[in-house]
T-cell receptor, first 110, second 114 residues
C-alpha cells in the first residue's frame, strides 16, 4: 500500500527565512514524487516533480530513497509562497493515480 | 487553452439520494481522474477514465461510479449518499501516453449531504 505523510499541518515562517516542508512516503516499488500547491482562491496545481530535477519559484525537492523522503525546500521564503502544499506519490508510469499527503499550510509573515 | 471545468460548484443532497457531478477536461487531454477531498485532508483518488473505460480505482465502494464520453468529458455518480460523502470532489485531466503527465485540476464541486 502507498502512503504519504506530511507531519506538519501548519508551518509559519518570516519572509526571508529558509523553508522546509517535510514529506515522507511508504511504497515498495519505484515511486514518482510530486509537490502540488494551492494558492488562495486558485485551483490545485503542480509545483514540481522529482524526475524533472528542476527548481520552480526557488523551490527544490530531492528524493531520498534511503529515508523515503521528498522534502520541499526554499532558502528564502517570500510572502507570495503562502499557500497549501501537498506531497503526492504515484507508481512510476502509473498514469497519475496519485496518493496525496494531508497537506501543509505555509504562512510567510512579513 | 480551455482549463478543466466542473459543475455544479455547490450541491446539497439528502442522505440516500443520488448525485451526478460533471467535468469537462482541458483541451487536448484524454484522461480524467476524480478525487475526493474531505475537510482538512488531502485529495483521495477515486478512479480514472481513459478511452471511456475505468483504468484504475482507489478504495471506494461500487456506489461510486463514473463515465467518460467521446469528447473526454466525464461524470461521477454517487448512489445512496451517506453523510461521510460530504466533501470537495475534484476532477483532473491529463494526457495519457506521456508517462505521468501533470494533472490539471478543476475548482471542484462542494457536496454537502444532510
Amino acid at each position: 500500500a502507498q502512503r504519504v505523510t506530511q507531519p506538519e499541518k501548519l508551518l509559519s515562517v518570516f519572509k526571508g527565512a529558509p523553508v522546509e516542508l517535510k514529506c515522507n512516503y511508504s511504497y515498495s516499488g519505484s515511486p514518482e514524487l510530486f509537490w502540488y500547491v494551492q494558492y488562495s482562491r486558485q485551483r490545485l496545481q503542480l509545483l514540481l516533480r522529482h524526475i524533472s530535477r528542476e527548481s520552480i519559484k526557488g523551490f527544490t525537492a530531492d528524493l531520498n530513497k534511503g529515508e523515503t523522503s521528498f522534502h520541499l525546500k526554499k532558502p528564502f521564503a517570500q510572502e507570495e509562497d503562502s499557500a497549501m502544499y501537498y506531497c503526492a506519490l504515484s507508481a512510476m508510469r502509473a498514469g497519475n493515480m496519485l496518493t496525496f499527503g494531508g497537506g501543509t499550510r505555509l504562512m510567510v509573515k512579513p | 487553452e480551455t482549463g478543466v471545468t466542473q459543475s455544479p460548484t455547490h450541491l446539497i443532497k439528502t442522505r440516500g439520494q443520488q448525485v451526478t457531478l460533471r467535468c469537462s477536461s482541458q483541451s487536448g487531454h484524454n484522461t480524467v481522474s476524480w478525487y475526493q477531498q474531505a475537510l482538512g485532508q488531502g485529495p483521495q483518488f477515486i478512479f480514472q477514465y481513459y478511452r471511456e473505460e475505468e483504468n484504475g480505482r482507489g478504495n471506494f465502494p461500487p456506489r461510486f461510479s463514473g463515465l467518460q464520453f467521446p469528447n473526454y468529458s466525464s461524470e461521477l455518480n454517487v448512489n445512496a449518499l451517506e453523510l461521510d460523502d460530504s466533501a470537495l470532489y475534484l476532477c483532473a485531466s491529463s494526457l495519457a501516453g506521456q508517462g505521468n503527465s501533470p494533472l490539471h485540476f478543476g475548482n471542484g464541486t462542494r457536496l454537502t449531504v444532510t
